[in-house]
Nanobody
Framework: EVQLVASGGASVQAGGSLRLSCTAS????????MGWYRQAPGNECELVGL???????NYAVSVKGRFTISQPNAENTLYLQMNSLKTEDTAVYYC????????????????WGQGTQVTVSS
């Protein structure tokens, strides 16, 4: 079974840091792109960042310089390191995977994790 499991969400104060993890089972990252998305209450799901199978990483303007996506070669896990967190970063964070870069950029990835809650308080 192809599955993504996201974890690491928590409640933190503004300025703090968190690291989210997304572990894949049933498939490998080779030939696939992956991404992190988030959805705040009342808002649409928005792209946080994407990593392509060649290692290219793109970030949303709102998180660039604060968030870092990594995918160590020896692990079947995708990470999202979030620093200098702001209250507006509060959301449910999802990881997703697809072999189509356009699907990832368009939020139409074929495989989604279950989401992990990040709450940033002032």
């Amino acid at each position: 079974e192809v599955q993504l499991v996201a974890s690491g969400g928590a409640s933190v104060q503004a300025g703090g840091s968190l690291r989210l993890s997304c572990t894949a089972s049933g498939f490998t990252f080779d030939g696939a792109g992956m991404g992190w998305y988030r959805q705040a209450p009342g808002n649409e799901c928005e792209l946080v960042g994407l990593i392509n199978n060649d290692g290219t990483i793109n970030y949303a303007v709102s998180v660039k310089g604060r968030f870092t996506i990594s995918q160590p070669n020896a692990e079947n896990t995708l990470y999202l390191q979030m620093n200098s967190l702001k209250t507006e970063d509060t959301a449910v964070y999802y990881c997703a995977a697809d072999n189509s870069w356009s699907a990832l950029t368009g939020g139409r990835a074929g495989i989604w994790g279950q989401g992990t809650q990040v709450t940033v308080s002032s």
